[in-house]
T-cell receptor
Framework: GEDVEQSLFLSVREGDSSVINCTYT??????LYWYKQEPGAGLQLLTY?????DMKQDQRLTVLLNKKDKHLSLRIADTQTGDSAIYFC?????????????FGSGTRLQVQP | DARVTQTPRDKVTEMGQEVTMRCQPI?????VFWYRQTMMQGLELLAY????????DSGMPKDRFSAEMPDATLATLKIQPSEPRDSAVYFC????????????????FGPGTRLTVT
């Protein structure tokens, strides 16, 4: 079945850029998403990109999509301590029989002051 | 500020007891999802409703779990009887899907119900 993979952990210093990577296997993916989960909270939708785009920028967030390599990344510029959280990558397949998103296991971002 | 709400936020119960979790989706949304999150398994989809009809509950143990939408403003997830392995955080999410190819599927998550079965 479809799979989404992420590295488990990333540590950066405050003010640096963070890059969280994700790979997926479904070549028919239509939309790809980034969610953020803070401790004790639900997942918060950060941004998403349609599969015919290769980049999307939203304030400090930049999403890059390499559809050929099935690679998605989230860059956070000027990372702050408040960005410390778990970041989930998710994809929605083009197969109309698949209704829900497939989530990765999450990348824990630790921002050191 | 439209949000998905879930009750209760925390539930501790003994093995064998019935547990009911409730979710109020964002008004106007036509899809509702139930997820379970554990350290070992990560985020697992349990059930998916669209326009109140169950479309996918393949991730849900059928013998003890049931999910319903009595109306458009309420979704319930019931476990009967509960077991210690059901201990997890259960999330509800809602979204608005417009039919057509390449439909977007943004999901807005509730705060979750932390279930502990002893």
């Amino acid at each position: 079945g479809e799979d989404v993979e992420q590295s488990l952990f990333l540590s950066v210093r405050e003010g640096d850029s963070s890059v969280i990577n994700c790979t997926y296997t479904d070549s028919s993916s239509t939309y790809l998403y980034w969610y953020k989960q803070e401790p004790g909270a639900g997942l918060q939708l950060l941004t998403y990109i349609f599969s015919n785009m290769d980049m999307k920028q939203d304030q400090r967030l930049t999403v890059l999509l390499n559809k050929k390599d099935k690679h998605l990344s989230l860059r956070i510029a000027d990372t702050q301590t408040g960005d410390s959280a778990i970041y989930f990558c998710a994809e929605k397949g083009g197969d109309t029989g698949r209704r829900a998103l497939t989530f990765g296991s999450g990348t824990r971002l630790q921002v050191q002051p | 500020d439209a949000r998905v709400t879930q009750t209760p936020r925390d539930k501790v119960t003994e093995m064998g007891q019935e547990v009911t979790m409730r979710c109020q989706p964002i008004l106007g949304h036509n899809t509702v999802f139930w997820y379970r999150q554990t350290m070992m398994q990560g985020l697992e989809l349990l059930a998916y409703f669209r326009n109140r009809a169950p479309l996918d509950d393949s991730g849900m143990p059928k013998d003890r779990f049931s999910a319903e939408m009595p109306d458009a403003t309420l979704a319930t997830l019931k476990i009967q009887p509960s077991e210690p392995r059901d201990s997890a955080v259960y999330f509800c999410a809602s979204g608005l899907v417009v039919s057509g190819t390449g439909e977007n599927s943004e999901q807005y998550f509730g705060p979750g119900t932390r279930l502990t079965v002893t």
